[in-house]
């Protein structure tokens, strides 16, 4: 069985604060992808990344990084410089195998950026 | 990336009706995957939907409860049946893009509310 755990229910930071959102995954395949995803009040779905279980090397996209270890079984994420449009929620998820598997997510975690 | 139209966008609906929802793909896909999204929770996912078969459904959700069509690989609907308002809920259709699970793109969602 799969499972995706975000800790962080809700987290507020000023604006211009660096934040991580947290995951922690559990996964009994060896070959599986990690996900974020961004739902921004409007309530779509955005992707940001996808890693695949065999790629530890850490990813920056501009304001965004993300940090795999798989140690420790987790994938967080990190904002750095926070914007007021970074207010949103936040959901970590996992796929087994490759292609065309169900995404199991994690419960979000609502990230608010104060101004 | 591919692109999904759902529709319809929302809809306010009366226990114990039925409404179907749509999702078109701007692209051929294999397999066309429906989440639920309670309020304020994770998504979950119904079912998936292969072209040419029965759609496979999750745990705790059944077919007369939720039935699915996928009449050729670019288009799926699901209805929500006999509803009540435990059914209230963003209803969302996802497919792959690209190949060994590259990314999961979304339609905008469908905001359902039961009164």
């Known amino acids: 069985a799969q499972k995706v755990t975000q800790a962080q229910t809700e987290i507020s930071v000023v604006e211009k604060e660096d934040v991580t959102l947290d995951c922690v995954y559990e996964?009994?395949?060896?070959?599986?992808?990690l996900f974020w995803y961004k739902q921004p009040p409007s309530g779509e779905l955005v992707f940001l990344i996808r890693r695949n279980s065999f790629d530890e090397q850490n990813e920056i996209s501009g304001r965004y990084s993300w940090n795999f270890q798989k140690s420790t079984s987790s994938f967080n994420f990190t904002i750095t410089a926070s914007q007021v449009v970074d207010s949103a929620v936040y959901f970590c998820?996992?796929?087994?195998?490759?292609?065309?598997?169900?995404?199991?997510f994690g419960t979000g975690t609502r990230l608010t950026i104060i101004p | 990336s591919a692109v999904i139209s759902q529709k319809p966008s929302r809809d306010i609906c009366q226990r114990g009706t039925s409404l179907t929802i749509q999702c078109q793909v701007d692209s051929q896909v294999t397999m066309m995957f429906w989440y639920r999204q309670q309020p304020g929770q994770s998504l979950t996912l119904i079912a998936t939907?292969?072209?040419?078969?029965?759609?496979?459904?999750e745990s705790g959700f059944v077919i007369d409860k939720f039935p699915i069509s996928r009449p050729n690989l670019t288009f799926s609907t699901l209805t929500v049946s006999n509803m009540s308002p435990e059914d209230s809920s963003i209803y969302l259709c996802?497919?792959?893009f690209g190949t060994g699970g590259s990314g999961y793109t979304f339609g905008s969602g469908t905001r359902l509310t039961v009164v």
């Open positions: 996964t009994r395949d060896t070959t599986y992808y």
């Open positions: 939907a292969n072209q040419g078969s029965e759609a496979t459904y």
């Open positions: 996802s497919v792959e």
């Open positions: 998820a996992l796929s087994e195998a490759w292609g065309n598997e169900k995404l199991t």
